[in-house]
């Protein structure tokens, strides 16, 4: 998924407490991985570490990594639900569907049936990464 480019990987904090940070394990195999992968995005490289790790020893004090991904194109619908730390991603749909009609009707001036039956339906492509 990931190598099609049709997703983007974000990185969040999936308990109460900041973060997500890197344990001392998790940064010294993060450091090793981006001296052997320059280039590599951050957020991949966080999760090659907790997937090596595991996301217990690779998450630091207060923090638990979790990974998502998102749809390119639906990140900026995407809402971050945070309480005290803990946050959810999830993709306002209402939002999405106004945001797709408004730029079909920017682009075409008119909308079909057909084509927001489309939009309605559309993935709303927010995946959660289990390890």
Known sequence: MLDSGAYELVVYNACYGGGPNLSEKGKQLFDTL???????SRSLLELKVANELG??????RYS???FAL????????????EYDGLE?????????VMGEV?????????LTK???AV??????????VKL
């Open 114 to 116: 057909e084509e927001y």
């Open 102 to 110: 408004k730029r079909v009707l920017e682009e075409k001036g008119v």
């Open 88 to 96: 959810r991603p999830e993709v306002s749909l209402s939002r999405m």
């Open 119 to 128: 939009i309605e339906s559309a993935d709303i492509g927010l995946k959660d």
């Open 34 to 40: 981006l001296r052997d992968q320059p280039g590599t």
């Open 64 to 66: 638990q990594f979790a």
């Open 55 to 60: 996301v217990e020893v690779a998450s630091g």
């Open 70 to 81: 998102i749809r390119n194109g639906l990140q900026k619908y995407v809402d971050w639900n």
